[in-house]
């Protein structure tokens, strides 16, 4: 079965860093695009970071909300992409999803609850 899935969210206090994975299981996340992508309760989904694929020279695009706080990877080896975030804020409460885009092929994961509370 072809399907993405994501892991490591959970609850963390503001200025708490937290890694979420997105493994591709089915297929090789290679020659994939990888975005983040994240919705928070009654809000539309807003793209937060994405990473092309090698041939594309690795580039990297992050929304402003994010800058400089989140950083994305991805290990085609492991056929996983990660999104590092660091000095998290409560406004950065959301469920957060992993997309993977090449040409016509498009899959999401059902996404990981990120919660910044104290």
């Known amino acids: 079965q072809l399907q993405l899935v994501e892991s490591g969210g959970g609850l963390v206090q503001p200025g708490g860093s937290l890694k979420l994975s997105c493994a591709a299981s089915g297929f090789s996340l290679g020659p994939y695009a990888v975005g983040w992508f994240r919705q928070a309760p009654g809000k539309e989904r807003e793209g937060v970071s994405c990473?092309?694929?090698?041939?594309?020279?690795?580039?990297?695009f992050y929304g402003d909300s994010v800058k400089g706080r989140f950083t994305v990877s991805r290990d085609n080896a492991d056929d996983t992409a990660y999104l590092q975030m660091n000095d998290l804020k409560p406004e950065d409460t959301a469920v957060y999803f992993c997309?993977?885009?090449?040409?016509?092929?498009?899959?999401w994961g059902r996404g990981t609850q990120v919660t910044v509370s104290s």
């Open positions: 997309n993977a885009k090449r040409y016509l092929n498009n899959f």
């Open positions: 990473i092309s694929n090698l041939n594309d020279g690795l580039s990297t």
